[in-house]
């Protein structure tokens, strides 16, 4: 026997809980509207307006210690990431070979934590030198046979995109 579907009854579907939330429960009043108004319904109509914004959900602001947290757990990946790439080529016989982490965080303070950088840090592009990575980041290494890999380059190349949480951290690394 063929399978047929149920029709619909024509029927509106309830709303979502998110939509019920955003739409103002109040109508918005053109300025014709507003300058006919007494001041008595004025005021009835701004405090509405005060109790919808009220009403609607605060974004959470991370705390220290979250942001502290968050941006160790995001140093550890870091680490492993670049540990993860660190693999035997020929060129790491020269100390040639490139890394590149791509990585996301979701705030800005995050982001400079993680690196130890400034409050006041906006550059977009940037270098640091190795020596500051390991010591606000840590080392990363790999082993190979008989010896360990480590980061080759002077300096490790950021770059951080604050519209979508993105970055970037590029280097070479060798014997």
């Known amino acids: 026997m063929p399978v047929t579907k149920r029709k619909s009854d024509g029927a509106l579907k309830a709303v979502s809980k998110r939509v019920k939330t955003s739409e103002p429960t109040g109508t918005l009043l053109s300025e014709d509207e507003l300058h006919e108004m007494t001041k008595e319904d004025l005021i009835q109509y701004t405090l509405q307006l ?47 070979a490139k890394f590149t982490y791509d990585g996301t965080v979701l705030n800005e303070t995050i982001f400079q934590e993680m690196l130890g950088l400034p409050a006041s840090h906006t550059k977009k592009m940037f270098k640091i030198s190795v020596g500051y990575f390991m010591d606000n980041v840590g080392e990363p290494t790999g082993s190979v046979r008989y010896n360990t890999l480590r980061i080759t380059s002077a300096d490790i190349n950021v770059r951080w995109s604050p519209e979508d949480g993105t970055f970037k951290v590029s280097g070479a690394y060798g014997l």
């Open 50 to 96: 005060q109790a919808e914004f009220a009403a609607l959900p605060k974004p959470k602001v991370p705390s220290a210690e979250e942001i502290e947290k968050k941006a160790e757990k995001a140093q550890d990946m870091l680490i492993r990431g670049i540990e993860k790439q660190m693999k035997w080529t020929p060129s790491c016989k020269t100390g040639k």
